[in-house]
């Protein structure tokens, strides 16, 4: 075979490296080359899977291909002008059909005993029901009462918009990060019960092997079992729309007690924070009172967040959550600057709601008629979410407690 030029060879590596960069951009146990080995019992299984396949159909390439060169060399017409005229042999026809079927069923069988296994939901101690919108997930842990929405880190959506002139290089986790990931325990099987609200979503993490369509109307079964405390990030992975590239997954497993501490603090209505996460502040929250980036792995959560006695928030404090919330549950129909859409969006600007008692607010929070209920959000994200539509874009409205949203719910 002729030698490969440097241009052609380099070409080639840049090409191969290309690709394999972005398959591993967010797998953690990926090296680059292949796919990522995972940190579960099924990850595991499935890469072993994956290279036995590849390994299968190497031989078979390098056979049929060997075989087919051979022949086209040696048989050539220089050589053999008159070609051999014959035709069908049974025995020939046997050995072709029957290796491959061995072949197949030699794949099947290990292949199988992975997929039995990937479906075998039973004995999960934990479920969380992940429903994917576009262009966003939620999360429920259905036995603890904890749900809350992940979506896109406001960094990476800043970093996106058309102009924004930020180099997206600068954006630690660009495109995988999300305002809140989905806690996990290490060492337990949890059950995920995948769904969608809208389109069809898929959610996919290749660390865990997980990858399962989202679909309106159907649940489907998926479970992992993390061996291994970390952070896994993972994307949509069924084209959903716009915005299909923006609703990343990202996966924090905890050990079991630090699972426990962070539980309860987000029953309490605080939410993770990631490292390298930390929200964008509004600028008028003093620093005691805002939230701070923790330590790779560790959670702020569990730390009381201010001396505030206990659920109370301070203003600062629920508007800059408040803000968030906004953004990312309100904002595409009231509009960032709270002017609504005519005819169909109010604008909440000068609302009578957002101006008067604080009742009426949260209950059209928790059953709107053309709106959306939000009663999904936690008691501290709707006194947030209101006490911030009271006090912007001129309102003049009351701050909310998480006390009184939880007096309202029914
Ligand atoms: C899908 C679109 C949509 C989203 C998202 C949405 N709203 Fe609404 N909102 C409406 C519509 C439509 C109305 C008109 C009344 C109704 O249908 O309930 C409304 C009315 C309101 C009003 C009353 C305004 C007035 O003075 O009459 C408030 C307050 C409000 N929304 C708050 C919120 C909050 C808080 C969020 C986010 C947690 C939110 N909305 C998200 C569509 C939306
Ligand atoms: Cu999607």
Redesign the pocket.
């Known amino acids: 075979m002729a030698k490969m030029g440097w241009m052609a060879r380099a070409a080639l590596v840049s090409v191969l490296l290309a690709a394999s960069g972005a398959a591993s951009a967010y797998t953690t146990t990926g090296n680059g080359w292949n796919t990522p080995q995972g940190v579960t019992e099924i990850s595991a299984k499935v890469y072993d899977l994956h290279l036995l396949i590849f390994w299968v159909c190497v031989a078979i390439g390098v056979l049929v291909f060997g075989a087919m060169t051979y022949s086209i060399v040696m048989h050539r017409r220089s050589v053999h002008p008159k070609p051999a005229d014959f035709h069908e042999s049974t025995t020939v026809e046997i050995v072709w059909t029957v290796i491959p079927f061995l072949i197949l069923i030699g794949m099947a069988i290990p292949a199988a005993g992975t997929l039995i296994k990937m479906e075998d939901t039973r004995g999960a101690e934990l479920s969380v029901k992940v429903t994917g919108y576009q262009w966003k997930w939620q999360y429920e842990y259905l036995d603890q009462g904890v749900g809350f929405f992940s979506t896109l880190h406001p960094d990476s959506n800043k970093a996106r918009q058309v102009g924004s002139g930020i180099d997206p290089t600068t954006v630690p986790n660009y495109l995988v990060e999300v305002d809140e990931p989905l806690v996990l325990p290490v060492g337990k099987k949890v059950r995920f019960l995948i769904t969608a609200n809208d389109v069809i979503h898929a959610w996919w993490v290749p660390d865990l092997a997980v990858k399962k369509d989202a679909i309106p109307g159907y649940v489907n079964e998926v479970w992992t079992k993390i061996d291994k405390p970390g952070t896994y990030r993972g994307v949509c992975a069924e084209l959903c729309g716009r915005d299909h590239g923006f609703m990343p997954i990202v996966v924090v497993a905890l050990p079991e007690e630090e699972f426990g501490k962070w539980l309860e603090a987000r029953k309490a209505g605080q939410p993770y924070r990631l490292a390298a996460a930390a929200p964008t502040q509004a600028a008028d929250v003093p620093p005691a009172a805002a939230a701070q980036p923790a330590p790779a792995g560790e959670q702020v959560a569990a730390a009381p967040a201010t001396a505030a006695s206990a659920g109370e928030l301070s203003k600062a404090e629920l508007m800059a959550k408040g803000e968030q ?2 953004k990312a ?6 509009q960032a600057n709270g002017a ?1 859409m005519a005819p ?5 600007a000068g ?4 101006n008067g008692p604080a009742e009426a ?1 949260i209950a ?2 928790f059953t ?5 209920s ?1 009663r999904h ?1 936690s008691d501290a994200d ?1 006194a947030a ?2 006490t911030y ?1 009271r006090n912007s874009w001129g309102n003049t409205g009351s701050i909310v407690q998480p006390a009184q949203v939880a007096a309202l719910r029914k």
């Open positions: 919330v906004y549950n309100c904002a595409a129909c009231h609504g169909t969006f109010p604008p909440l609302s009578k709601m957002a607010h059209q929070m709107g008629k053309m709106m959306p939000f959000l709707l979410v209101a539509e």
